[in-house]
């Protein structure tokens, strides 16, 4: 890994909504892996926006009376990575409005493109070579959900990952309540993105230090904030 330069910190992008679109797949692939797994048939998860694979999954076990052993979930996160594959394949992924020049912008004025998903690795680089931006991010600063529990936890573990190889993390660019609440709760800077199943007005009850509608809209109020963050 290389040694930090001066003033380079890291952006911390959500995927889902935020960076693509994946409107077209089927919502229920979770419910889907644990019945696959399970045998049966399950009713459909509640809303999931901003949570991890892994919490999605130990939520359903639980709900099916299922202690979620490491061998399950292990088993269960590789059916949701091959129905995922699948379905990206059938259904391509696209990005949002902006989001190719935004990564491009970042990349070019010093900032490190990471990533802070609830997806397991290999959903998100499947969704993000469909998109094809997945050569945009470091892996070095990657962070999935499959590494922990809940939004908070991968928070607190990538900035333990990140501050022990003495970089810094400026920002969380996320589309849910849950990217804005964890964010502020590590007391990290956070851009909310109107592009997912949350409105605008919904996100900027939760006071983000920038709401934008999309990438491109928002492209002079994005460009202004990461340059305020440069010192």
Known sequence: MPEPKQNQNIILWDIDGTL???HATRADKHVTAVEVFLGRDLSNQERTAGKTDQQ???ELLEA???FPSHAALTEVLRILDEISIKEINQYPVSCNPGVTN?????????????LLTGN??????????SAGIWGDFDSDFSYFGNEALS??????????????????VAIVIGDTPL??????????QVVAVATGPHSAAELRGLDPDLLINDCE?????????LDSMHV
């Not at 397991?120 to 070579?129: D, I």
């Not at 990217?179 to 990290?188: F, T």
């Not at 809209?217 to 904030?225: H, I, M, Q």
Request: hydrophobic share 40%.
């Open 20 to 22: 693509v679109n994946a």
């Open 56 to 58: 999605i999954l130990c």
């Open 64 to 66: 099916q009376e299922t």
């Open 102 to 114: 935004a990564l491009k912008m970042a990349s070019s004025t010093g900032w490190i493109n990471g």
């Open 120 to 129: 397991t690795p290999v959903r998100a680089q499947a969704k993000l070579e």
């Open 151 to 168: 939004r908070g936890g991968l928070v607190s573990s990538s900035l333990r990952a990140i501050s022990s190889v003495g970089y810094s």
């Open 179 to 188: 990217d804005i609440r964890s964010a502020k709760e590590h007391k990290l």
């Open 217 to 225: 809209s928002g492209w002079a109020p994005l460009v202004a904030f």
